[in-house]
């Protein structure tokens, strides 16, 4: 089955710095890749995805890159604010299903 | 659009007992997936339903069942519950026809006591 892994666990960043999150996936067939940020007390909600038929997309601050060919892909937050830490989370699906399989997760803190 | 409800927010039980929690997915979604969130083992795949039928199963005992209904809510079920099995128990709806935008409830903390 896929396996996702994500480093670092945790992050901490000053105010205004942009962070990366990193992830890779062993599942060749996996297509699409969803980013989700997780606050305290909520369910996971997404923020931003790939599928593989792309390199690169953006959403004003946030930017996500796949290499498809190394079975990695980055989250990129620039311009960190406070409002930014949360629990983020990579994830990888492929096929017809709705079987996905996540990373670990990344405890970001951005610090004022 | 409402959003994705699970209820109750909030349950607790004893060993032994079974519990039901249910889900109401995005008008429209037709497939609800249901996922287990512990601090050791992270977000772990249950199974996803899909118009009434199961059509994915992660790798859990056979005590955590589910079901889906023809208006697409869902309920999953576990019986004789274990201390292991607190957790935030999440539910995630999408439209289900490929490699599909999820989009998650707020989850049901269940503690077994």
């Known amino acids: 089955g896929e396996n996702v892994e994500q480093h670092p666990s945790t992050l901490s960043v000053q105010e205004g710095d942009s962070a990366v999150i990193k992830c890779t996936y062993s599942?060749?067939?996996?297509?699409?890749f969803p980013w989700y940020k997780q606050e305290l007390g909520k369910g996971p909600q997404l923020i931003i995805d790939?599928?593989?038929?792309?390199g690169e997309k953006k959403d004003q601050r946030i930017a996500v890159t796949l290499n498809k060919t190394a079975k990695h892909f980055s989250l990129h937050i620039t311009e960190t604010q406070p409002e930014d830490s949360a629990v983020y989370f990579c994830?990888?699906?492929?096929?017809?299903?709705?079987?996905?399989?996540f990373g670990t997760g990344t405890k970001l803190q951005v610090i004022p | 659009k409402a959003g994705v409800t699970q209820t109750p927010r909030y349950l607790i039980k004893t060993r032994g007992q079974q519990v039901t929690l249910s889900c109401s997915p995005i008008?429209?979604?037709?497939?609800v997936s249901w996922y287990q969130q512990t601090p050791g083992q992270g977000l772990q795949f249950l199974f996803e339903?899909?118009?009434?039928?199961?059509?994915n199963k992660g790798n859990f005992p056979g005590r955590f069942s589910g079901r889906q209904f023809s208006n697409s809510r869902s309920e999953m079920n576990v019986s004789t519950l274990e201390l292991g099995d607190s957790a935030l128990y999440l539910c995630?709806?999408?439209?289900?026809?490929?490699?599909?935008?999820?989009?998650f409830g707020p989850g049901t903390r269940l503690t077994v006591l």
């Open positions: 995630a709806s999408s439209a289900g026809l490929g490699p599909d935008t999820q989009y």
């Open positions: 599942d060749s067939a996996s297509n699409y």
């Open positions: 790939i599928r593989s038929n792309v």
């Open positions: 994830a990888a699906l492929s096929g017809g299903y709705q079987k996905v399989t």
């Open positions: 008008s429209g979604h037709r497939s």
């Open positions: 339903y899909f118009s009434e039928t199961q059509r």
